[in-house]
């Protein structure tokens, strides 16, 4: 016959807590379960039938029933367990920290797991399990770059007050150009890999066919793209893009271009002096991120670029059917 405990009571706010515990997503999933545990005792439900419904042995159930008898939902809280000392401290985190910041021994450009440990004289795994827990990533790399530009500030401030609150009746471009694209032939498809996945797939080996360059602006305000292609990224092939961009536009329609610090964009004061509706505007050295053709030229490579295959430069029929 079944054996049934003694009724278990608790009062209101103690009830709520334990709902609370057993309904969440985010708690210990042993904590859910040992507050289901006690609500199916409160229902005065018998210990082999609340064993069998969350599949646990019968002492399981008297343990933490009797527990929350003495101590309430405290006691549903491991206990403190005596063991065997940690190896591995506050200190060994420290040491690990510290000897990151060192020099690397010589021959080689940065740490990493196992020369960490013949450092420190320990196991790589105890290693491992320091970084992964302090989140450091030894193998991962991230770049940055910093303006050094005196006049960092006022030239920021110029282009971001162009695109926020442009002069009236002005059309604000962002220029830049994309040199050495290559046209490169090789075999492209798709592959499925050892785990049964389905993926792009491009041959190793290819034949080059030549570069070119992709001049584009980007008109701020509609976000239409002009762009010329030219075998060459030299002052000329900019004159003449900018020739054509311009000769877009009425003679009369001010224009406010805006661009970076490259040697092609400089030395213009005579082609300024011809078109005296064109002003430009220089992002500050290193801050050309400042340019928003930069995204158009990040979406373009990864739509068009990346993966591409042709026996000729005419085959980079992509660039050729953007507008101008």
Same mark, same amino acid.
């Not at 210990?28 to 609500?39: D, F, G, H, P, S």
């Not at 082999?48 to 159930?61: E, H, L, Q």
């Given at each position: ?31 859910? +379960? ?11 439900? #018998?210990?082999?039938?609340?064993? #069998? /419904? ?8 008297? @343990?933490?029933?009797?527990?929350f008898r003495i101590s309430g939902i405290s006691g549903l809280n491991d206990q403190v367990r005596s063991? @065997?000392? #940690?190896?591995?401290?506050? *200190? ?13 021994? /010589?021959?080689?450009?940065?740490? /990493?797991?196992?020369?960490?440990? $013949?450092? +420190? ?49 002005? !059309?604000? !471009? =962002?220029?830049? %150009? ?11 498809? &798709?592959?499925?890999?050892? /785990?049964? @996945? ?26 239409? !793209? ?5 075998? %060459? ?14 000769? &877009? &536009? *009425?003679? !009369? ?13 400089? @030395? ?13 505007? &220089?992002?500050?050295?290193? =801050? ?13 490579? $990864?739509?068009? +670029? #990346? ?8 085959? +980079? ?8």
């Open positions: 016959m079944s054996r049934k405990a003694a009724a278990l009571t608790c009062d209101e706010s103690t009830y709520k807590k334990l709902m609370k515990i057993a309904g969440s997503r985010t708690e210990e999933a042993r904590m859910v +379960l040992r507050a289901r545990l006690i609500l199916a005792c409160l229902k005065d439900s #018998k210990l082999k039938i609340i064993a #069998k /419904d969350y599949g646990v042995k019968d002492s399981t159930v008297i @343990k933490w029933r009797e527990r063991g @065997k000392p #940690k190896t591995y401290d506050k *200190s060994f985190e420290e040491s690990v920290l510290k000897t990151l910041e060192q020099v690397p021994p /010589d021959g080689i450009s940065r740490w /990493d797991g196992p020369t960490v440990a $013949r450092r +420190l004289n320990v196991s790589e795994y105890a290693v491992w399990r320091c970084l992964r827990k302090l989140g450091i990533c030894l193998a991962r790399q991230r770049t940055w770059r910093i303006s050094t530009d005196p006049e960092f500030i006022s030239k920021a401030a110029d282009i971001v007050g162009l695109y926020l609150n442009p002069p009236e009746n002005a !059309i604000v !471009i =962002a220029v830049d %150009e994309k040199p050495t694209i290559q046209a490169l032939e090789r075999r492209t498809g &798709y592959v499925i890999t050892r /785990d049964k @996945k389905i993926m792009k797939g491009l041959q190793s080996t290819y034949k080059r066919h030549g570069t070119l360059n992709l001049f584009a602006a980007l008109v701020v305000a509609s976000g239409q !793209i002009k762009g010329k292609v030219t075998l %060459e990224k030299k002052r000329v092939d900019f004159i003449s893009f900018m020739d054509e961009l311009v000769a &877009y &536009y *009425s003679p !009369i329609q001010e224009l406010h271009v805006i661009m970076d610090n490259h040697c092609i964009h400089k @030395k213009l004061d005579t082609w300024l002096g011809i078109h005296p509706n064109v002003f430009f505007h &220089y992002t500050p050295t290193s =801050a050309s991120w400042l340019n928003m053709v930069e995204i158009w030229f990040g979406i373009f490579t $990864r739509k068009v +670029l #990346k993966g591409e295959s042709g026996k000729d430069t005419l085959d +980079l029929s992509n660039l050729n059917s953007i507008p101008l």
